[in-house]
C-alpha cells in the first residue's frame, strides 16, 4: 500500500496539502446500491470544520465538499432507492481550500519547528512546504472525515461516537461519561461539570500563545462478533494504526488498555454469562475485541493527542543551514488541537470497521458462526 493509502477491500487515499488549491480523496471498494449525496457527508465535515470557536484555529473554511465520480442517477435508480447511488467504481471527492494565508509562514520558510515534522520531512525528501506545514498539516484530516462518512453508510446499525475525556492533566470521571451530551458544549466533552474547568485552562494556554494536549474517546456499538481476522490482521491492531496515522496522536490505547497493567488477572477478564441472544460480557476490559476479533462488545479506544507544536514562545531549533536559531511560529493554530480531532477519530474507526465488515463478508459470507451470536 501507499503511504496516502489505507484500507484492503475498503480503501481511502487522501491527496491535497494545508495551502494548495484543494485536498480531498478517493474511496475505492465501496459496494454498489448505496445511496449517497453531498448532504450526506457535509454534516460530518461540519464537525471538524475550523473557525468554529476561540479554542480553534480562526482560518475560515467552509470545507463544502464535491463528489466528482462514483455515483449515478436516472429513473431506474429514482425506482430502486429514491435517489443518486453509489456505483462500485471510485468515489472522488473535492474539498477546496479557500482562507489560505501563506504569508504568515514565510519566515520559517527554512526553520525547523521543534516538535513539529518539518526536519523529518526535509531529511526524508530534501523539500518540504512550509505553508502551514504542507501535507503535514492537520488539514488533511477533512479528506479522511469525508471518507468516514461513506464507511459510515456501509455500516448499517453500528453507532460510533467520541469524545474528548481530558485536556491537559484535567481528565473527566469514567464513571460519568456520557456520549449524548457532547454536542451540547463546544469541547465534546461528555460531562457538562468538566466544561468550565476545561475552558479556564484553555483561556490561559490561549492567552500565553502555548498549546495543551488531549486525550479522545471513541466507543463504537453494534459491531456484531466475528469481525477482523488473527495474528496480523487484528482488528484492534488496525484500528490502533488507523488512530496512531491521524496528526498529532501518539498513543493508542483498546479497551483498559495501559491500566490494564495494573489489573489482576481476576480483575481483568471479562466474565460472561449467556443471555437470550448469545453471551452477556460482565465487564469490557477488552475493549470489544479479543484475538484480533470483535465479540460483540462496543468497540472502545482512546486516542493521546500532543500539544500543538507551533506556538508563539521562543524555542530553541535550527534551520536548513544548520545555524541555531531562536524560533516562534505566527500564523492560525489550534491551542489544542484535540478538540477538532473527535471527527476524525470517529471517522478512522468507521473506515477501519467498514474494511473489516466487507472483509468478514468475503471470507465468510457475513455469517456469525459462534452459538448465539448476533
Not at 226 to 246: H, N, Q, T, V
Not at 281 to 294: K, Q, V, Y
Not at 315 to 340: M, W
Amino acid at each position: 500500500m501507499s503511504h496516502n493509502t489505507f484500507g484492503h477491500l475498503f480503501r481511502v487515499t487522501t491527496w491535497g496539502e494545508s495551502h494548495g488549491p484543494a485536498l480531498g480523496c478517493v474511496v475505492d471498494g465501496c459496494p454498489p446500491g448505496i445511496a449517497l449525496t453531498e448532504a450526506d457527508i457535509q454534516p460530518w465535515l461540519d464537525r471538524r470544520r475550523p473557525g468554529q470557536g476561540k479554542f480553534v484555529t480562526q482560518r475560515q473554511e467552509p470545507d463544502a465538499v464535491r463528489i466528482l465520480s462514483g455515483v449515478f442517477q436516472d429513473a431506474a435508480t429514482d425506482a430502486r432507492s429514491g435517489g443518486q447511488v453509489t456505483t462500485g467504481t471510485p468515489i472522488s471527492m473535492i474539498i477546496d481550500n479557500i482562507d489560505q494565508r501563506s504569508r504568515d509562514y514565510s519566515e520559517i520558510a527554512t526553520a525547523f519547528r521543534p516538535g513539529h515534522a518539518d526536519y523529518a520531512y526535509f531529511a526524508k525528501y530534501g523539500v518540504r512546504d512550509y505553508r502551514g506545514g504542507g501535507r503535514q498539516s492537520a488539514r488533511e484530516t477533512a479528506a479522511r472525515v469525508a471518507a468516514g462518512a461513506i464507511a459510515r453508510k456501509i455500516l448499517a446499525g453500528v453507532t460510533i461516537r467520541g469524545a474528548v475525556v481530558q485536556i491537559g492533566p484535567y481528565a473527566v470521571d469514567p464513571a460519568k461519561i456520557d456520549f449524548s451530551v457532547t454536542g451540547d458544549n463546544p469541547f465534546w466533552a461528555p460531562d457538562p461539570d468538566i466544561v468550565p474547568i476545561w475552558e479556564d485552562h484553555l483561556e490561559k494556554i490561549r492567552k500565553s500563545g502555548s498549546s495543551t494536549g488531549a486525550i479522545v474517546a471513541v466507543e463504537a456499538t453494534g459491531v456484531p462478533a466475528g469481525w477482523g481476522a488473527p495474528i496480523y490482521g487484528k482488528l484492534d491492531a488496525e484500528l490502533a494504526a488507523a488512530c496512531m496515522s491521524i496528526n498529532a496522536a501518539k498513543g493508542v490505547e483498546i479497551g483498559a488498555g495501559f491500566a490494564a497493567a495494573a489489573l489482576s488477572g481476576e480483575e481483568n477478564a471479562d466474565e460472561m454469562r449467556m443471555g437470550a441472544d448469545g453471551p452477556l460480557f460482565l465487564s469490557n476490559s477488552a475493549g470489544g475485541i479479543l484475538g484480533g476479533i470483535s465479540t460483540g462488545q462496543p468497540v472502545t479506544a482512546r486516542v493521546a493527542f500532543k500539544p500543538t507544536s507551533s506556538i508563539l514562545s521562543l524555542r530553541r531549533s535550527v534551520n536548513e543551514a544548520g545555524e541555531e536559531i531562536d524560533l516562534r511560529t505566527k500564523g492560525r493554530h489550534d491551542p489544542c488541537v484535540g478538540l477538532r480531532a473527535v471527527p476524525v477519530v470517529e471517522a478512522m474507526t468507521a473506515c477501519v470497521l467498514a474494511d473489516a465488515w466487507l472483509r468478514h463478508r468475503a471470507q465468510t459470507g457475513g455469517g456469525a458462526h459462534a452459538p448465539g451470536a448476533i
